[in-house]
T-cell receptor, first 115, second 115 residues
C-alpha cells in the first residue's frame, strides 16, 4: 500500500535561518506531489506542485522554494525564514490519469514556528 | 475558476445532535467532490467522495450527495460523537493540464462536540 512520510513533525527556527522539509512517498511511482501551508485559523494554501522529477510549479510568490530530486521525494526549502512563514505545512500526493476521484493523500504535517 | 464555499464555523453541537455542514461549489464540467477531516495536530484524511452527479459518498456515519442542480455537497451525520470534533474541508477536484490533478479547498469548518 502507498504511504507518505513527512518530517520533522515540529520545528522551531529563528528568523533568518534556512529551512528544509522533506516528504517521501512509498508504494507508488511517478506521483504528483504537492506542498500546502495552513496558517493558524486559516484554510489551505497550495504552495507548489510537481508532476515529475525536476518539474516544479509555484502557485504563490513567496520566500519558499521546492525541489524534486527523486521520483518520490519532495523538498520544501527557504534560505532565510520570515516570521510570516510560520504555519502547518502539509505534503500530499495523487496519482495520474485513471485515478479520478481519489483526491490526495496527505502526510501528517510539519508544525513550523519561526521565532 | 473553480471555487468552494463552505459554512463558516465554529460549529458547536451536543453529543448525539444532527450535523449539517453546507458546501457549495462553482466549476465548469464535472469535477469530483470530497470531504476531508483534520483532527487536532494531524494532516488531512479523506472522509468521503463522490465522482458524479447524484452519487452519495458515505463513511463513518457521514454522508454527502453530489447535487449538480444546486451545485452542493452538504455533509451530514445523524448523531455526532465527541470523537467527531475536528475541522472539515470540502474540496473539488479535477485534472488540469500537464497531468496535474488539482484540488480546490473550502476554508474549513471547525466542529466541536460537547458531552
Amino acid at each position: 500500500s502507498q504511504t507518505i512520510h513527512q518530517w520533522p513533525a515540529t520545528l522551531v527556527q529563528p528568523v533568518g535561518s534556512p529551512l528544509s522539509l522533506e516528504c517521501t512517498v512509498e508504494g507508488t511511482s511517478n506521483p504528483n506531489l504537492y506542498w500546502y501551508r495552513q496558517a493558524a485559523g486559516r484554510g489551505l494554501q497550495l504552495l507548489f506542485y510537481s508532476v515529475g522529477i525536476g518539474q516544479i510549479s509555484s502557485e504563490v510568490p513567496q520566500n519558499l522554494s521546492a525541489s524534486r530530486p527523486q521520483d518520490r521525494q519532495f523538498i520544501l526549502s527557504s534560505k532565510k525564514l520570515l516570521l510570516s512563514d510560520s504555519g502547518f505545512y502539509l505534503c500530499a500526493w495523487s496519482g495520474k490519469t485513471g485515478d479520478r476521484g481519489y483526491g490526495y493523500t496527505f502526510g501528517s504535517g510539519t508544525r513550523l514556528t519561526v521565532v | 475558476g473553480d471555487s468552494v464555499t463552505q459554512m463558516e464555523g465554529p460549529v458547536t453541537l451536543s453529543e448525539e445532535a444532527f450535523l449539517t455542514i453546507n458546501c457549495t461549489y462553482t466549476a465548469t464540467g464535472y469535477p469530483s467532490l470530497f470531504w476531508y477531516v483534520q483532527y487536532p495536530g494531524e494532516g488531512l484524511q479523506l472522509l468521503l467522495k463522490a465522482t458524479k452527479a447524484d452519487d452519495k459518498g458515505s463513511n463513518k456515519g457521514f454522508e454527502a450527495t453530489y447535487r449538480k442542480e444546486t451545485t452542493s455537497f452538504h455533509l451530514e451525520k445523524g448523531s455526532v460523537q465527541v470523537s467527531d470534533s475536528a475541522v472539515y474541508f470540502c474540496a473539488l477536484g479535477r485534472y488540469s493540464g500537464a497531468g496535474s490533478y488539482q484540488l480546490t479547498f473550502g476554508k474549513g469548518t471547525k466542529l466541536s462536540v460537547i458531552p
